[in-house]
C-alpha cells in the first residue's frame, strides 16, 4: 500500500500544477492516464460501479465525483481532485483542492479549513482509540471555523478493495465506534462547505453538490494505524 500511496501523491502533486484558468478538465483526466501509466499503475475509479473516468474533478459548489468534461475552469475557481490507484492489488487513495488564482477569501478560509480538518482527523488516529474519535476531531474543527461537514459522504477502510469496512463519518461523538488496531488502512476523507451540509445528486447520478450552492472542499489521505502517530500513505 505504500507503494500505491506513493504513486497517488506523485500523480495528484502533478495534477495539482497543472490546473489553471482555460483548462478543461477532461485535459486533466488525460495528464492523469498518462502519469499512471509512467508509474505502471492502474486506476481504481475507471470502472468502478461504471464511472468512465480515471480522475474525479469537483468545481466550486461541487463535493465530489464530478466526471471531467469539456468545462473550463476559470479564475477564482477552486478545484478538488480525487484520485485513487492500485500497485499490486492493493489501492491508494486522496484529494486535495486547489484554489485557481485569486479566489475569495471564504474560499481561502474553506480551503484552509478542510485541509486542517483532515490533519486533525489523522492526528487523532491510533491504536486504541476509536473511530468516533476521529469523526468528532474533523466535526469540531470544521465547525470551530464557521463550516459545516458533509454527511452522506465517508471516509473509510481501504487495501485491496478501495471501499471496506468500516466507514468514517466526518461527525460522531468520542469514544465511540470501533477500535482502531494497529495495521488498519483508513482513508479519511473531510468533505466541508461554506454554507449548509446537505447534499444533492446530479442528472448523471455521479455528481454530488450542495444543496444551497455554497463553495465546498475536499481533502483526503490514506494512512495506516499505528501505536503512536499515523502513517500517512499518500504524502510525498
Known sequence: MRRAGRVVAMVLSRLAGEVGPGVKTKELDRVCVAELKKHGATASFKGYRGFPASLCVS???????????????????IVSLDFGAIVDGFHGDAAMTVGVGG??????RLIEAAEGALAAGIGAARSGARLGDVSVAIQQHVESRGFSVVREYTGHGIGRDMHEEPSVPNFGVPGQGPVM????TLALEPMVNAGGWRTVVGDDHWLVMTADGSLSAHFEHTIAVTDGEAEILTAL
Open 59 to 77: 468545481v466550486n459548489n461541487e463535493i465530489v465525483h464530478d466526471i471531467p468534461s469539456d468545462r473550463v475552469i476559470q479564475e477564482g475557481d
Open 181 to 184: 488496531l494497529k495495521g488498519m
Open 103 to 108: 479566489v475569495s477569501p471564504e474560499a481561502g
